[in-house]
């Protein structure tokens, strides 16, 4: 049975830092293309991972997060810097392959002072 989960979420000042992380098991993540989303007042792209370590992220978020992945430990992270009151959403994991797709439940991140 394959797992993802998502955990690293809550609630940081403008300006503070996050890092999220997306575990995985039943699937090997270092061969899945992993991506972050969001759904605060839409459902957003914030940056993805593939499995040759490609990385793309959305404007809104360039030089603010990284995504990374360590393998040794199946996980996969978004470090998030001077975060902004608009980045508050739920952030999702989303791992595929090959056209299979994996969602985790989701991560809570309130940006507020």
């Known amino acids: 049975q394959v797992q993802v989960v998502e955990s690293g979420g809550g609630l940081v000042q403008p300006g503070g830092s996050l890092r999220l992380s997306c575990a995985a098991s039943?699937?090997?993540?270092?061969?899945?293309?992993v991506g972050w989303y969001r759904h605060g007042p839409g459902h957003e792209f914030v940056a993805s991972i593939g499995?040759?370590?490609?990385?793309r992220y959305a404007d809104s978020v360039k030089g603010r997060f990284t995504i990374s992945r360590d393998n040794a430990k199946n996980a996969v992270y978004l470090e998030m810097g001077s975060l902004k009151p608009e980045d508050t959403a739920v952030y999702y994991c989303?791992?595929?392959?090959?056209?299979?797709?994996?969602w985790g439940q989701g991560t809570q991140v309130t940006v507020s002072s």
């Open positions: 989303n791992a595929e392959r090959l056209g299979d797709f994996y």
């Open positions: 039943g699937i090997d993540l270092g061969i899945y293309g």
């Open positions: 499995s040759d370590d490609g990385t």
